[in-house]
């Protein structure tokens, strides 16, 4: 989270300039979110029998982009819990979106 705290500054100083700096702000600072996850943070997760419906929706639209077919809570913790979840995240090809 210590990196979060030094990229928020710079996204904050980012969003007032220019757009293309201000979209690369944006993506490093997720990217970095992303990156400070950590497994005993999806643990947590897992361990919800029935988590809002926000989290939810988010794993569910996280594993429909990375092309892995969900049909309820149970395939979500399954694919969240796999050890590349957080890698394949991270190096996701949002070009491949369409």
Known sequence: MQDLDKV??????????????????????????VKSIKKQNLVE??????????????????CLLLGEETNDWK????????DNFISTIVNFNTDDVT
């Open 45 to 62: 997760i897992k361990n919800l029998n029935n988590p809002p419906q926000g989290v939810k929706l988010t794993l569910e639209s996280i």
């Open 8 to 33: 928020e500054p710079a996204v904050q100083e980012a969003q007032q300039g220019d757009s293309s700096l201000r979209s690369l702000s944006v993506i490093l600072f997720f990217s970095l979110a």
């Open 75 to 82: 395939s979500i913790r399954s694919i969240m819990m796999r």
